[in-house]
């Protein structure tokens, strides 16, 4: 006997078990650690990507998913350097 389970288990979201959840897709991706710019870039699903200074990231994630921890490694990915902004000082261009 087989199940017809495939096509129903990538239309279930709202389960938060943890387990089985491997293949979701983060809901925010921080590209990588750049030092020509004191903004990183963060692609919000459903939003696009945007460029975000440190004091810009929490804020902009609660806007977007307002019940999301911004540290939470299963829904935010950091593709390097998690939570390290390039150095920036006012009055820098």
Do not use: I, N
């Not at 459903?46 to 307002?66: D, I, T």
């Amino acid at each position: 006997m087989t199940s017809t389970s495939a096509s129903a288990s990538a239309t279930t979201s709202t389960s938060s078990s943890g387990s089985g959840s491997a293949t979701e897709e983060p809901l925010v991706r921080v590209a990588e650690f750049r030092t020509d710019s004191r903004y990183r870039l963060v692609h919000f699903q459903g939003a696009g990507w945007k460029p975000l200074a440190p004091e810009e990231f929490e804020p902009e994630v609660h806007r977007l998913f307002p019940d999301l921890d911004p540290r939470d490694p299963a829904r935010v990915h950091w593709d390097d350097r998690p939570w390290e902004w390039p150095a920036w000082r006012p009055g820098e261009a």
